[in-house]
């Protein structure tokens, strides 16, 4: 937990079915098993803004991670940044492979 480096202190538990955002119960607490990350699939969550698709990303990893998973969670210019800043001082193999070594990498935009 503490490498996935979360924006929202968040958990599936946590989440609010009530309101209209079209989640269903069932696939939520399915997907928080972690089943998906096992079997080496992706999940991509899209919906308007303010709907709460980066504080369910964050549920997701901390999700994942109780299951045993190595997750982090990190923002897409902030890789962008990271990516460009280690081609130029040598290590972008490194963060590649460290990436590459992850269960989990949630991206957020």
């Keep these: 937990m503490r490498n996935a480096n ?13 309101t209209p955002r079209g989640l ?5 607490l399915h997907l928080g098993t972690g089943a998906w990350i096992r079997d080496h699939h992706t999940l991509l969550i899209t919906g308007p803004t303010g709907i ?3 504080w369910l990303a964050s549920a997701f990893v901390q999700s994942a991670c109780r299951h045993g998973f190595t997750a982090t969670y990190v923002r897409a210019p902030r ?10 001082d040598g290590s972008y193999a490194r963060l590649l ?13």
């Design 79 to 88: 890789l962008l940044h990271d990516l460009a800043v280690s081609r130029g």
């Design 6 to 18: 979360l924006r929202y202190a968040a958990s599936l538990e946590d989440v609010g079915f009530t």
């Design 97 to 109: 492979a460290r990436l590459a070594k992850l269960d989990l990498l949630a991206i957020d935009d």
């Design 24 to 28: 269903s119960r069932d696939v939520v």
């Design 52 to 54: 709460g698709k980066s």
